[in-house]
């Protein structure tokens, strides 16, 4: 299961473990400023002096026949965004149901709430217009939190416990786990790669550099419980199963307490900025590396629908993926407006998350930097890798096995995942 951990930042070794109690889960401009003071001083003193009456004349003209015949052509392109209607096709609200409280790796999806958005503090919700490049389309857009708000139970449980949710974040492998008794079909990959990390000291351990040295130093390490990531890990022998301990309950507490000794899982879009910045009685830096970077290449934050409900709603996913893909580039390109939104969602729900300003702008800039957030084998962003997900489902099956899980008979790529309304012209 792809479970988030509970980070919750700027916390005590006290703090936290009274936290822990709760319950638990799975998974910049001054030189612009001074240039412009300059050179409009320099020029009209030199110009002027030479030739007062032809300067004036030629740059009122070439400037206003250049910026018109410019603008016209950009707002031109930006028509058939305003044309978009899902009114005719989808349903209002289109319900989303994420895998944790409200975060930026979770920023595309916030980023289609237009204006006279409202917070719900009764479901743990944000609901407005859903906007594609800032016009309407239509029908509203309503965000359900995951992690505590659905008692840390899976997206797809949620799914096919609530027909009122179109759309849920689901895991390529929790889409391979429970493709025999609930499959979901991916429409659009979230991310590109998994976010999940096992961070360590790089103190204690400076010659570290990636998990399989983890397992071959025999590092303790703590992970949530059930993830099939670690089973894959102990069963190919990239690490051991008497160095890992499932009891991680997503706070600081006990890799502190162990004052470095022992490695945990994270965020490398989060965890990092949080221990560096936001954890008082640690406060410095820690390294990691990707889970999907030791073999586990596993699609994270994908945007899936029940295998049932997948004909249905094919009008309305003709339209809608190719605004969630926009809605990607539109969100890393400038977050700040979104963002606020995340927090003020988060304070509004207060149930012991902290986020803040400077972990979400850290965790754009890591999603960008580190590759999570990117374009597929192409030039497009959203869209999956067959042989990759195949690659998954290859080795994703005897871990399921092992567990008593197993997939469904015969699963291919295909059955869980499809491109079919991915625009393959949008991308990064």
């Keep these: 299961m792809n479970r988030r951990p509970r980070r919750f930042a700027a916390m005590s070794v006290v703090a936290a473990l009274a936290l822990a109690a709760c ?9 612009p400023a001074a240039e412009p003071t300059e050179e409009p001083a320099e020029e009209p003193a030199e110009e002027p002096a030479e030739e007062p009456t032809e300067e004036p004349a030629e740059e009122p003209t070439e400037e206003p026949a250049e910026e018109p015949t410019e603008e016209p052509a950009e707002e031109s392109t930006e028509e058939p965004a305003e044309a978009v ?8 609200p289109i319900v989303i149901q994420t895998d944790w409280n409200p975060e930026a790796e979770h920023g595309w999806i916030y980023e289609m709430i237009g204006d006279g958005y409202e917070i719900d503090t009764n479901t743990v919700a944000v609901r407005g217009p859903l906007v594609s490049g800032g016009q309407e389309t239509g029908v509203d857009i309503e965000i359900r939190s995951g992690g505590p708000a659905i008692g840390f139970q899976t997206v797809t449980s949620q799914m096919y416990a609530d027909d009122s949710i179109l759309l849920g974040y689901v895991y390529t492998d929790e889409a391979i786990q429970n493709s025999a008794e609930f499959p979901t079909v991916a429409v659009m990959a979230g991310m590109e790669k998994n976010p999940q990390i096992l961070f360590w000291d790089p103190e204690t351990y400076p010659d570290i550099e990636s998990i399989e040295d983890l397992g071959e130093e025999n590092v303790l390490i703590r992970y949530f419980g059930g993830a099939a990531y670690m089973d894959y890990f102990t069963q190919t022998g990239i690490l051991s199963a008497d160095q890992v301990d499932g009891s991680y309950d997503g706070t600081p507490a006990l890799f502190i307490a162990d004052q470095g000794a022992s490695a945990q899982q994270g965020f490398g879009s989060a965890e990092p900025y949080i221990y560096a910045n936001e954890v008082p009685d640690w406060n ?12 586990w290449e596993n699609y994270a934050e994908s945007i899936a629908i029940k295998a ?11 339209q809608l993926v190719p605004i969630i893909q926009q809605s990607t580039i539109d969100y890393v390109t400038d977050p700040a407006e979104t963002n606020g939104v995340i927090i003020e969602a988060v304070e509004a729900f207060d149930n012991g998350w902290v986020y803040t300003e400077g972990v979400a702008e850290y965790a754009v800039q890591t999603m960008l930097d580190d590759g999570l957030l990117s374009n597929g084998p192409d030039d497009t962003i959203g869209n999956f890798d067959l042989d990759r997900v195949n690659g998954l489902i290859e080795k994703a099956i005897p871990v399921y096995e092992s567990l008593g899980q197993t997939p469904a008979e015969g699963l291919t790529a295909e059955d869980i995942v499809t491109n079919e309304f991915i625009d393959e012209s949008i991308g990064l």
């Design 308 to 318: 049932d409900r997948l004909e249905e709603n094919r009008a309305c996913l003709e």
């Design 85 to 92: 209607s899902l009114a005719d096709v989808c349903p209002s």
């Design 284 to 295: 410095k830096p820690i390294e990691y590396a990707y889970i999907n970077d030791a073999g």
């Design 23 to 31: 319950g638990d889960d799975d998974e910049t401009a001054d030189e």
